[in-house]
């Protein structure tokens, strides 16, 4: 079972950049499929991004071009480099590790882009 630790979440203007982090411990990290997902005041939940191993991406309409997933093996950690952040992106922002038989949350950072 994989532990997830997400990081590096606040507050940025419009047209601004974040990254933010996933720690994960607790389990072989390069075996896990991750994303990143986010919810919205009232919203549901959204995927954003996802990884491989590979490292193959894919991301939703809405931030592509804008943001950027990636993970590093060697340090256990998901990043999310997010670019041209517009107020609709203002979230909590949750890391999801997947196999062929679990599903791992972590509690969340919040991202507020606001003037």
């Known amino acids: 079972q994989v532990q997830l630790v997400e990081s590096g979440g606040g507050l940025v203007q419009p047209g601004g950049s974040l990254r933010l982090s996933c720690a994960a411990s607790?389990?072989?990290?390069?075996?896990?499929?991750m994303g990143w997902y986010r919810q919205a005041p009232g919203q549901q939940r959204e995927f954003v991004a996802s990884?491989?191993?590979?490292?193959?991406?894919n991301y939703a309409e809405s931030v592509k071009g804008r943001f950027t997933i990636s993970r590093d093996n060697a340090k256990n950690t998901l990043y999310l480099q997010m670019n041209s952040l517009l107020p609709e992106d203002t979230a909590v922002y949750y890391c999801?590790?997947?196999?062929?038989?679990?599903?791992?949350w972590g509690k969340g950072t919040l991202v507020t882009v606001s003037s």
């Open positions: 999801n590790a997947r196999t062929t038989v679990s599903t791992t």
């Open positions: 990884i491989t191993s590979g490292p193959y991406t």
């Open positions: 607790g389990s072989i990290f390069s075996r896990y499929f």
